[in-house]
């Protein structure tokens, strides 16, 4: 039995010899996962923290460059004040100190200097050839690729210990438009078994840390290419985001974490969760560097300058945030709500209310308009009465197929683990089992548990499957209702739930949640990471709409803040329409930005490095050391 979700999941588990695979130091022993009482484990993992160092031995030089953004390097590139091979260099160096935390896969993480560094020269070569334009848009910039995705020349495991040598038959196809802007590809970072947890290990690889505090989470799925952007490894990294796997890392970094609609980007070649929610996406330090990007790759340069010109010229109070409070800021679930996981009611975190309140103050400070408006009421045959919209679509139960049907998130993952066996077949040499994959993905704690997500595949049925096109058309239209009743241009809330989320906490549900008593008042309550995270990354994630996880700064704890921008979602005609959707967010993208130059102007609310990291990129020499390209 797994315990997960909040429920408790039946599995048949397959043997699987521990001589079959080492398990790594920082990945929990099998006793403490085991034991009924898990409080021993959360004392484990306090016990072995990660302790972050600065990185010494850094010129002034190599400070700069690993200072730059996405958009600075390319700017030095093509004025030749650096070479694609210079970069390169400084970026390995930096992935060589940060070494024991886990960011990359290890099979990925030894082939990565010889490989960006042979790619580094032939673009050198190329632009020495045919000019530096040839080498464009991205005029080598190493970008780390999230763990999932197929890739020819770096393994491709999906995080799997039985999948750590398979060879990728050809690239993901997000991987493959970052080749075509000559990125450079630099490595598979760490992710849990085919992407299943909020929480970045895996007992082969161990698990991913958080520079911010090594009690921290690096969040998931894609925390390994999370952690490599915030400790300045890359400017920028792929990641992907099903439930938060994009967003959540964001948050637990204090990176841009951009979540795009459904197809903005090509999903093939990534091992899908599900046909709805699944989206390949990016972490960045700037927002600038998620546009850059995003131009670049979708050759959509023009429309994004047209975007860009567009908000620019429109005075500040033309634009509007909409602020409802259900069920980000609050969740007030009536008792004949369907609440098939147990979610508790009440308000984010104390921390986070603050942030979010002083980035409305902020905004509204510069000009822009704010509106408190929930979405509007509805008639519900559920609930009998007229209730919120999305409390009727998030919270009714439908009964599908005379069985009780849950609209947050259980039927989309009906096609997981069909969805997993044709990527190993499509995209991997492997020769394994399904009941292989199942036995291989260990668990870790109550909040990491890749077998509970799989296990959803056998608990909704084909029926409920195929009835959720009726159900993502209504949920759209829900969505789209609040910008048509409202007239914002976007929804902000904040991050997540939760304060940042801890290891210790998550092994034993020992997170605190603020729950509403019936009383009224309100108080701390221990909690799993299901509790914590499940409305603000699976609410509506079915739908095809932007999303930015945008950085506000630290708590007095030190831990990263941050808040979330959502767009609008597409017109109900272009549901299915993968054209539309290239262009969809670009309006969306530039708004934002718009809105974070304003809210980031206050200092409190500004992206703050860990303060190691920080230390180590000051001005000034830390000491003499030079690198040798040579050394590599």
């Not at 930096?94 to 032939?122: C, G, W």
């Not at 500040?316 to 409802?324: C, H, K, Q």
């Not at 998030?394 to 066996?421: K, V």
Request: charged share 20%.
């Amino acid at each position: 039995m797994l315990r997960m979700l909040g429920v408790v999941v039946a599995v048949t588990v397959v043997a699987l010899a521990e001589s079959e695979f080492t398990r790594h130091p920082t990945f929990p022993p099998a006793d403490l996962v085991d034991a009924a009482d898990r409080t021993p484990l959360a004392q484990w993992y306090a016990d072995t923290a990660h302790t972050a160092a600065t990185a010494t031995g850094l010129t002034e030089r190599d400070r700069e460059l690993l200072r730059w953004t996405a958009a600075e390097y390319i700017a030095a590139r093509k004025a030749g004040t650096v070479t694609c091979l210079e970069y390169a260099v400084t970026l390995v160096h930096r992935m060589h100190f940060y070494e024991d935390t886990q960011m990359f896969i290890a099979t990925s993480k030894v082939l990565i200097p010889q490989l960006v560094l042979e790619e580094a020269n032939r673009l050198d070569a190329e632009a020495e050839m045919g000019g530096v334009e040839s080498i464009g848009p991205l005029y080598g910039l190493p970008v780390p690729m999230k763990g999932t995705m197929a890739t020819v020349d770096y393994p491709s495991s999906a995080g799997n210990s039985l999948l750590d040598s398979a060879v990728g038959k050809k690239d993901a196809a997000f991987t493959a438009l970052f080749r075509k802007a000559n990125a450079i590809v630099f490595g598979k970072t760490n992710v849990p078994d085919f992407a299943a947890s909020w929480v970045t290990m895996n007992p082969l690889n161990g698990r991913t840390m958080n520079l911010y505090d090594g009690h921290l989470t690096s969040g998931g799925s894609s925390g390994g290419s999370a952690l490599a952007v915030a400790a300045h490894v890359a400017p920028v990294a792929a990641t992907e985001d099903t439930g938060g796997s994009t967003r959540h890392p964001a948050f637990q970094n204090n990176n841009f974490g951009y979540d795009p609609t459904r197809n903005h980007y090509p999903n093939q070649g990534n091992p899908g969760i599900t046909y709805t929610n699944d989206q390949v996406g990016l972490n960045a330090r700037t927002l600038g560097d998620i546009l850059l990007i995003d131009a670049a790759v979708l050759g959509t340069v023009r429309e994004h300058a047209a975007a860009r010109k567009a908000v620019r010229a429109k005075p500040v109070s033309d634009f509007t945030v909409g602020l409802p409070q259900f069920p980000f800021v609050e969740l007030e679930l009536p008792t004949d709500a369907y609440n098939m996981f147990g979610l508790k009611n009440g308000p984010v975190s104390v921390a986070l209310k603050a942030k979010y309140d002083k980035a409305i103050e902020v905004l509204s400070a510069a000009g822009f308009g704010t509106v408190r408006a929930e979405w509007p009421d509805v008639e519900s045959k559920w609930f009998g009465r007229k209730v919120n919209a999305a409390l009727e679509t998030l919270f009714s139960n439908r009964r599908i197929n005379n069985a009780d049907f849950d609209g947050l998130l259980a039927p989309q993952l009906h096609s997981f683990t069909g969805q997993m066996a044709e990527w190993i077949l499509t995209y991997t040499n492997a020769n394994v089992s399904l009941a292989d994959i199942w036995a291989s993905s260990l668990d870790g704690g109550d909040g990491h548990s890749p077998r509970g997500f799989y296990g959803f595949s056998a608990r909704t049925d084909e029926s409920q499957f195929r009835a959720m096109g009726h159900v993502q058309a209504e949920k759209l239209k829900t969505w789209n209702s609040y910008f048509e009743t409202t007239g914002v241009d976007v929804i902000m809330t904040p991050g997540q739930r939760c304060d940042a989320i801890t290891y210790e906490g998550m092994a034993n549900s020992s997170l605190k949640l603020r729950v509403r008593q019936p009383d009224g008042s309100v108080v701390d309550e221990d909690s799993s990471l299901f509790g914590c995270n499940c409305v603000a990354y699976f609410a509506f994630k079915d739908i095809p709409i932007p999303k930015v996880m945008v950085p506000t700064g630290l708590d007095d704890k030190g831990y990263p803040t941050a808040v979330a921008f959502w767009g609008r979602g597409v017109p109900e005609s272009k549901l299915f329409d993968d054209d539309f959707a290239k262009t969809h967010d670009i309006a969306f993208l530039h708004t934002v930005d718009r809105l974070v130059t304003a809210m980031h102007a206050e200092p409190s609310l500004q992206r703050q490095d860990a303060p190691t990291v920080a230390q180590s990129l000051k001005a000034g020499k830390i000491s003499p050391d030079e690198h040798n390209p040579d050394e590599l």
